[in-house]
């Protein structure tokens, strides 16, 4: 009898980013585990939770910010858009009144436009935020 072998599969993680618009623009936090920079709110989505509920959660958790979801901004899925692992995110935007808080893995986390966008930014979030305002 000849015996399988399995391998484990490797799939991507699913994540999400929550664009938050206050008034005066829109919420950045900088980042307080590597990659170090600017980052769009967002995280993983924990088993059993739907991608708008993770969006909610990690937006309330990383900028004290209740956030209403406005839409969905796409599905970005690039295998290098993560140097941690490959994901694939879940770009909403949001709506919160309010000035963010960093909390939980933000060391920071500020309002910016995009004429005042920092220079390091990670992961592939200065593509998603030229989509973003390319689609205002």
Not at 6 to 25: A, L, Q
Not at 71 to 78: A, C, K, M, Q
């Amino acid at each position: 009898m000849k015996s399988e072998i399995r391998s484990t599969p490797r799939n991507p993680f699913p994540t999400v980013d929550i664009i938050i618009e206050v008034e005066g623009g829109i919420v950045l936090i900088e980042r307080k585990n590597p990659p170090h920079g600017w980052a769009i709110p967002g995280g993983f989505v924990d088993y059993g939770e739907t991608v708008e509920a993770a969006a909610v959660r990690e937006a309330k958790e990383e900028t004290g910010l209740t956030v209403t979801l406005i839409r969905l901004l796409g599905v970005y899925s690039d295998p290098d858009r993560d140097p941690r692992s490959h994901t694939i995110s879940t770009v909403f935007v949001a709506a919160a009144e309010g000035m963010p808080v960093a909390d939980d893995d933000a060391a920071d986390a500020s309002v910016f436009k995009k004429e005042t966008l920092p220079e390091n930014i990670v992961f592939d979030h200065r593509e998603i935020l030229a989509d973003y305002f390319s689609s205002r």
